[in-house]
Structures are given as structure tokens and as C-alpha cells.
């Protein structure tokens, strides 16, 4: 199925206080601007530690809130801070599950480096991308189409899209993008009858066939 994160007929509560819609409350350590990911009884969220140099993924009891896991993608390799945006984060990033293995994309030592882990936290693989030249810091989510976990890289010294095998995390694919910096995420739907991988940022909106990273088309 096309995934356009669109749920269907879910009921949606907008109200919330201390006492009201709450089941439990977590503190998460350190700062990061992930969104919390649920699967297979878990709540996943990326967080960074700046003093520490730290980037981590974290696994919380969906049920109760209790930590699950905690492990350490990478110590230290932060990026010098007059390189990020004061309002970022070394975690901004959503994690992507396909039920077997989360996914998660980091900037550390300047490079793009992908990171799959089981439901248990043990790590499955882990492949150094592509260099990473910032900005402000690096935004983009993993997305997952068919058997591949895609990562977006616009970055000033030559961006790319790339491709992983979600099992081997070797790379399939991998597509230079203008010398631009931008911060969205990809997304792979269905348009003009066709599954296209759909970007915004460089000052343009552009489609690439998912299979292969080849450009459809640009504007």
C-alpha cells in the first residue's frame, strides 16, 4: 500500500490536562524534534545529548511508559555548533519501522550514517551514506518503499537520495540532488497513475521513480 500518512476512521482526542486523556507521562533525556513512532508494543523516539555527544534511539512500553531500551547509535562526531541552527537539534529526525527493524538517519563526523536495530535494540546494520556539509543541521526522516529505507541529503556541498536494502543496508541506489540546502523529508505515492518519490526544497519540487532514483521530473 502507498503510504501518504493518512489514517483511516480514527477517532481523534483534543483535549488533554493532568487529569484528563493522559495514561502516562515519560521524561525523554537530552533534545531532539523526532516524533514518537508505535510498534509491536513500543514507542520509539531519537534524542541527542549535546554534552555528552551522544545520539540515541530509545524504546519505551507503549503500554505503560516504562523504558524498554536505551541504546547509543554514535558517541561524539557532533558537528561544530556555530554549524546548527540554534532552534535544531543533533536529533531531528523520525525513526521508520517496518515491524522487524527501526530505522534511523543521523549527521555525525559530517556524514549521513543509516542505523537499522531489531525490536530488542540489538543493531542489525549500519552504513555511512554519503558526506553531510551543514547548515543549520540535518532534518530529514527515513521512509521505507518495498524493501528499500530511502534518506534524503540536501546539503551545500551536493545533496543525494539514496536507497538501502532494508535487510543488508547496502546501497541500491543513489542520486545526486542540486548544491542546495533544504530540510524535507521524502515521500513515495501514487501520482499520474505511477508510484513516484515526491521532494520539496532546492527551490523546486521534484520526482524520482523509487525503483531506481532516476528523475521523472522537476519544477
Known amino acids: 500500500a502507498d503510504n501518504c500518512g493518512l489514517a483511516q476512521d480514527v477517532p481523534i482526542v483534543s483535549q488533554w490536562d493532568k487529569s484528563t486523556n493522559i495514561i502516562w507521562t515519560a521524561d525523554v533525556p537530552g533534545r531532539g524534534h523526532s516524533s514518537p513512532v508505535v510498534v509491536g508494543g513500543l514507542v520509539l523516539i531519537t534524542t541527542a545529548l549535546e554534552a555528552e555527544q551522544r545520539q540515541k534511539l530509545l524504546a519505551y512500553d507503549a503500554q505503560t511508559g516504562e523504558p524498554a531500551w536505551d541504546r547509543v547509535v554514535h558517541n561524539g562526531g557532533f558537528t561544530k555548533q556555530k554549524l546548527m541552527h540554534a532552534k535544531s537539534s543533533y536529533a531531528n529526525g523520525t525513526a521508520a519501522c517496518d515491524g522487524t527493524l527501526v530505522f534511523v538517519a543521523f549527521v555525525n563526523a ?46 551545500m556541498g551536493g545533496g543525494y537520495l539514496a536507497a538501502l ?5 547496502t546501497i541500491i541506489w543513489r542520486t545526486q540532488r542540486p548544491r542546495f540546502s533544504s530540510y ?24 524520482y521513480d523509487p525503483e531506481t532514483g532516476k528523475e521523472n521530473w522537476s519544477c
Not at 535494540?121 to 532534518?139: E, I, M, T
Open 165 to 169: 536494502d532494508r535487510s543488508s543496508g
Open 110 to 155: 559530517d556524514h549521513v550514517l543509516v542505523s537499522a536495530y531489531d525490536l530488542s535494540g540489538n543493531l542489525a546494520w549500519q552504513r555511512d551514506v554519503g558526506p553531510f556539509r551543514s547548515r543549520y543541521g540535518y532534518a530529514p526522516s527515513p521512509i521505507l518503499y518495498r524493501s528499500s529505507v530511502i534518506v534524503a541529503a540536501d546539503h
Open 184 to 207: 524535507s523529508s521524502p515521500i513515495v505515492a501514487k501520482v499520474a497513475g505511477k508510484r513516484q518519490l515526491l521532494i520539496s526544497g532546492c527551490d523546486e519540487v521534484a520526482s
